[in-house]
């Protein structure tokens, strides 16, 4: 299946977890993509698998800092232009950190929000320019169940989230005449770089009870990666032509 022949593609957070999965899944079905994360060491990992693929020879890898406005514009305009335009946008770049609320740094809280919620919005303003030139063009972007269900000790990270589910909602209504899908995915119970093992900053007397009901009720244990990734090229994709301006979650049945 090939869905995404000629098309292009900027996924963020792409040297690990679901961001890494999903730009192997948007190789595999023919799109030229710029993967791009902070983590170099990451990135090499990405382009290592898309070798031993034999897909390297349609992907790009780039560092970025999304929560670095000037590296934001560089970065894009150099992805867009060796892409000559652009299709997809999936931003999955993003960090994950727990404390107490009552103990919670302003520091932390505005790292956590400059990484997830301005980080999304700076990318996505600067590659809608040419997604407005580009072909059935769409932003995915990245909420979680914990925007709408709680997630004790992650209020910061929540409130990135749920940031992030309004401001798609809001882009997908402003720019709807003009063709552009815009949807979220909202994973939970996803086993990746950013869930395993504890949670950074999880206090040492955290109430372990909290977490009995974010179990999945599928499966044995958190799905892998790629289960995600499967989700955003269905919705990044023909198959999704219908679907914008809202957002799929994907925890296997952990909020049912």
């Not at 932003?139 to 992650?154: E, I, K």
Request: net charge negative.
């Amino acid at each position: 299946m090939h869905r995404f022949d000629g098309h292009r593609a900027l996924i963020t957070g792409a040297g690990s977890g679901i961001g890494q999965a999903t730009v192997h899944r948007f190789l595999a079905e023919g799109a030229r993509v710029v993967a791009a994360d902070i983590d170099a060491d990451g990135l090499r990992s990405t382009a290592d698998r898309a070798a031993e693929d034999g897909t390297a020879g349609r992907l790009e890898t780039r560092v970025l800092d999304i929560a670095d406005e000037a590296a934001v514009r560089s970065g894009v305009a150099a992805a867009v232009a060796g892409l000559g335009g652009l299709d997809v946008l999936v931003n999955a770049a993003g960090i994950l950190r727990s404390a107490h609320t009552h103990e919670t740094g302003l520091d932390l809280f505005n790292k956590i929000i400059s990484i997830n919620l301005t980080g999304t919005f700076l990318v996505t303003r600067e590659a809608l320019p040419a997604l407005l030139e580009g072909r059935s063009p769409v932003v995915v972007n990245f909420s979680s169940t914990s925007a709408a269900f709680a997630h004790p000790y992650m209020a910061a990270y929540a409130a990135s989230k749920g940031g992030i589910q309004a401001m798609t909602h809001a882009i997908a209504s402003e720019y709807s005449k003009q063709g552009l899908r815009a949807v979220c995915v909202a994973p939970g119970s996803i086993a990746s770089g950013m869930t395993r093992g504890r949670v950074p900053g999880l206090p040492e007397d955290a109430d372990m009870t909290l977490f009995a009901k974010l179990t999945p009720a599928l499966g044995e244990g958190f799905a892998a990666p790629e289960t995600v990734a499967g989700v955003i090229a269905m919705l990044a994709s023909q198959d999704g032509a219908f679907i914008t301006g809202t957002e799929i979650r994907i925890d296997g049945g952990t909020h049912m």
